[in-house]
């Protein structure tokens, strides 16, 4: 495996990351630069470059032919895709396969199988995994919607067949909100994916997002490394994320229920990288198959803190055929808890994107603190790519800990000329129903925490940042 050539087909923080597994696995590290973004921050980590031609995504980074081309004339042995872009393509996996590039993720058949919801969902249920109820495949028409939806009660989900990152996904109350909401849908998905293929699902109230880590090889093996919860999202978005769930908490019996259900999932399609099985979970810990992402999460660093797991390696050792680090379940446990935050580009009220030019930025962690980002004095935030631009994850002996050290690295984090969710992550940190542990995926919309952001800044925290600026001004 050494020596081998691996082009890493992304940008941003999950560049860094994946340039670093590479490096430390002594294989070459080959990044790319665009048009859109002629000094990216990840080419830092990377020890060569290469120019992926375009200034659009569509031109660039899920520009498949293009890529395949630079593969060739660059002798490429494998890609990494990250997450997002051509991570979860199948014709991606399946082009690379033919011209005997290895792809670093799951083999061709089971990213078609876990990125298809009605398959992956047929699958799950002939596997014996609980599923949520709803039409076993595809809905063509509003009144079959409607049906459906009176079959299993409202309220019901509509959800995109393809894709995910929380797009093409609408609750709907009742039979007059399908109707109000199918189209739009329909019309998101195609726009997102390129594929209107529509679900329903029974809508599940102040339910848990909870989610297990997979990671298997290639000779059949298949372990899970714990799971995570992600139940504080915007928008079907994550934005803070905890490992070990707090809602499962000490309960081991539920924690090794789903845990093993996700292995058994995997296994039903054969399934040989990291992937993550997501569930959604009830007030009465019943939990659901949602989904398969046949991809490294966002996420995945509090499940590298908790276990030790480095799950980017893993995954890279796997892809060529090399054994994982252990060789039973029983060699990964969890030590503590960790918690992460999405910082993004955007405002922290409305939460929308917010792009513009970071002038200060300056760090003063405590000890224990992980900051995975792409950002610097001057590096423009555009508004062609997803808004975030940095995880800040905190390690603790146990929750409490943990919590104590991501509010004091979430104060001495300084990001200047731009608007950011760390304000309102402030207000999440300390507000009772999360410190007590006891929210779901309705917190944003229930306890509305982005009302209690504070629209004038605190005099104190404004000369910090000044501070910080000037710093930065003289060492220019």
Request: charged share 25%.
């Amino acid at each position: 495996m050494k020596g081998k050539r691996v082009l890493i087909i992304n940008r941003g923080e999950i560049a860094i990351r994946v340039a670093k597994a590479l490096n430390e696995l002594g294989l070459v590290s080959v990044g790319v630069w665009t048009d859109n973004e002629t000094e990216p921050p990840h080419l830092e980590y990377c020890q060569e470059w290469v120019h992926l031609k375009g200034s659009n995504n569509k031109d660039t980074y899920l520009n498949i032919p293009q890529i395949m081309n630079l593969i060739e004339e660059y002798k490429i042995d494998g890609v990494h895709p990250g997450y997002g872009f051509l991570s979860e393509n199948r014709e991606f996996s399946e082009t690379l396969a033919k011209k005997g590039v290895t792809f670093i993720g799951p083999n061709p058949t089971a990213v078609y199988k876990m990125g298809a919801k009605d398959i992956s969902k047929q699958i799950a249920k002939e596997a014996g995994v609980p599923v949520v109820p709803g039409s076993t495949g595809e809905v063509a028409t509003i009144e079959e919607a409607i049906k459906i939806g009176n079959e299993i009660g409202f309220p019901v989900l509509l959800k995109a067949v393809a894709g995910g990152g929380g797009k093409g996904m609408r609750p709907c109350a009742n039979a007059e909100e399908v109707k109000a909401n199918f189209a739009a849908v329909q019309r998101e998905a195609l726009s997102s994916f390129g594929y209107a293929g529509l679900l329903v699902e029974k809508y599940i109230l102040n339910p848990h997002h909870i989610e297990v880590q997979i990671l298997a090889d290639k000779k059949g093996n298949v372990f899970h490394v714990f799971e995570r919860e992600c139940s504080i999202q915007r928008r079907h978005q994550k934005i803070v994320e905890e490992a070990p769930s707090p809602f499962i908490g000490t309960d081991e019996k539920v924690r090794r229920d789903i845990c093993e259900t996700a292995v058994k999932c995997a296994k039903a399609v054969n399934y040989d990288s990291a992937g993550t099985v997501e569930f959604i979970m009830g007030e009465d810990k019943k939990f659901y198959f949602l989904e398969m992402n046949t991809r490294i999460q966002v996420e995945h660093p509090i499940t590298e803190e908790i276990t030790g797991v480095d799950l980017v390696a893993n995954m890279i050792k796997s892809a060529f055929g090399e054994p994982l680090d252990f060789k039973s379940q029983d060699e990964i446990v969890i030590h503590g808890h960790a918690i992460e935050l999405r910082i993004c580009a955007e405002d922290p009220i409305s939460m929308l994107p917010a792009p513009g030019k970071i002038v200060g930025f300056e760090t003063t962690f405590p000890q224990g603190i992980r900051f995975d980002h792409c950002i610097y004095p001057k590096y423009t935030i555009t508004p062609d790519f997803d808004p975030m631009i940095g995880k800040l994850i905190a390690k603790g002996f146990n929750r409490e800990v943990a919590l104590r050290k991501v509010r004091s690295a979430l104060d001495g984090l300084v990001i200047e000329g731009i608007k950011t969710n760390i304000p309102l992550h402030k207000v999440i940190l300390r507000e009772e129903t999360f410190v007590r542990g006891e929210y779901s995926t309705a917190y944003i919309g229930k306890i509305k925490p982005q009302e209690k952001v504070a629209s004038k800044e605190d005099p104190m925290a404004f000369m910090v940042k000044v501070a910080a600026i000037e710093m930065n001004g003289a060492k220019a």
